[in-house]
């Protein structure tokens, strides 16, 4: 399989701060997706970015397909931003997912 | 907002039982997948489906097993449930929802297990 690894594990900021969180992934993939999974479990997805940069609100990924990393900005960091963010590989027809051990982050009032 | 059901959302069950955890999707799409999670940890694949009566093994082992009858649905079960199998599942789909959008992951909330 395709591994997957993310930094920082833990992530504290206080609110306002703006972040940056990596996925190094191992192989040549032709999907990539940033989850955000809640306090409660749900897991919801940020974005679909196999290779470029897409922005939405305070939010930002890109990719570096080449280089076989992508990264996730937050800005402006609220305390809803709280959780743990995953990153996620494809690389045949969506087949399979390898998951990344995920970003803890927790913002503070 | 998604539209992707799992039931029952806790379940504590003694060890023996057999249990199915039922996942459904509204979206029509071809892909499905469950994952197992452990708390603060990464989600592992058990099982996916390409569509009606594909199914597959995931990379991790899994004593369980799933069906995929319809499109919609995608159930999985247990036939004797252990404490090791105390954990989170999670169900997903891959497809797209709207015009103009991607091949994106939609899950389900998770059905958490406890086996005493």
């Known amino acids: 399989g395709i591994q997957v690894e993310q930094s920082p594990p833990d992530l504290i900021l206080q609110e306002g701060a703006n972040s940056t969180l990596r996925c190094n992934f191992s192989d040549s993939v032709n999907n990539l997706q940033w989850f955000h999974q809640n306090p409660w479990g749900q897991l919801i997805n940020l974005f679909y970015i196999p290779s470029g940069t897409k922005q939405n609100g305070r939010l930002s990924a890109t990719t570096v397909a080449t280089e076989r990393y992508s990264l996730l900005y937050i800005s402006s960091s609220q305390t809803t931003d709280s959780g743990v963010y995953f990153c996620?590989?494809?690389?045949?027809?969506?087949?399979?997912?390898?998951f990344g051990s995920g970003t803890k982050l927790n913002v503070k009032p | 907002e998604a539209d992707i059901y799992q039931t029952p959302r806790y379940l504590v069950i003694g060890t023996g039982k057999k249990i199915t955890l039922e996942c459904s999707q509204t979206?029509?799409?071809?892909?499905m997948y469950w994952y197992q999670q452990d708390p603060g940890m990464e989600l592992h694949l058990i099982h996916y489906?390409?569509?009606?009566?594909?199914?597959e093994k995931g990379d991790l082992s899994s004593e369980s097993t799933v069906s995929r009858i319809r499109t919609e649905h995608f159930p999985l079960t247990l036939e004797s449930a252990r404490p090791s199998h105390t954990s989170q599942y999670l169900c997903a789909s891959l497809g797209r929802r709207g015009r103009g959008s991607t091949d994106t992951q939609y899950f389900g909330p998770g059905t958490r297990l406890t086996v005493l």
């Open positions: 996620a590989v494809s690389r045949n027809n969506f087949n399979k997912f390898y």
């Open positions: 489906s390409y569509g009606v009566n594909s199914t």
């Open positions: 979206m029509g799409h071809d892909k």
